[in-house]
């Protein structure tokens, strides 16, 4: 972030803010209310949106690009967002407070874009289905590949290694 800052280049820092540091909240983790706010110290722009609304993303990303297209340096774009899972597979997630999975559910980014899409005539059944079977071809596709690929050879055990 500071190079990026200091030769002003055209790059867009994404912070997908969760409001976890692993299993400590946020406001126990950090001074500061929002993550954006870290971009001043290295001389560029920082925005914090609602990372759960898709139109406030999508107009902070266009401005952020405008702002990198036109010469103006880096933009770090916080998400604010909100895990619903653990860390990972083995965190029960036990530390959040009572209440907390229910709040952020009502503010779930698929639900509230869907209901954007149905609020301008949109078949959104039809365009899960789209999504699901593009997802599934692509992983299908992936499969394949894979499958399909020779094995390395013992000579290429180190290539696209770097220490």
């Known amino acids: 972030m500071n190079f990026a800052g200091v ?4 790059v867009i820092f994404v912070c997908e803010n969760n409001q976890y540091a692993y299993s400590t909240p946020l406001e126990l983790q950090m001074a500061i209310e929002d993550v954006a706010d870290r971009a ?10 609602n990372g ?38 083995h965190d029960p997630a036990v530390y959040r ?5 229910e709040e952020w559910a009502d503010k779930d980014p698929i639900h509230r874009w869907e209901a954007h899409l149905k609020s301008r005539g949109r078949d959104v059944t039809k ?14 596709d992936a499969a394949a590949f894979a499958e399909a690929a020779a094995d390395p050879t013992a000579s290429q055990v180190l290539e696209d290694l770097y220490a």
Request: charged share 25%.
């Open 52 to 89: 759960n609304d898709l139109g406030v993303v999508l107009e902070h990303m266009a401005q952020a690009l405008k702002r990198a297209r036109a010469g103006e340096g880096p933009t770090l774009l916080e998400l604010k967002t909100y895990r619903i899972s653990g860390h990972s597979e």
């Open 7 to 10: 030769h002003k280049l055209p």
């Open 40 to 49: 001043k110290a290295y001389g560029f722009a920082g925005v914090a949106c």
């Open 97 to 101: 407070r009572a209440g907390e999975l």
């Open 127 to 140: 365009i899960r289905q789209e999504i699901e079977t593009e997802c599934q071809r692509v992983v299908n």
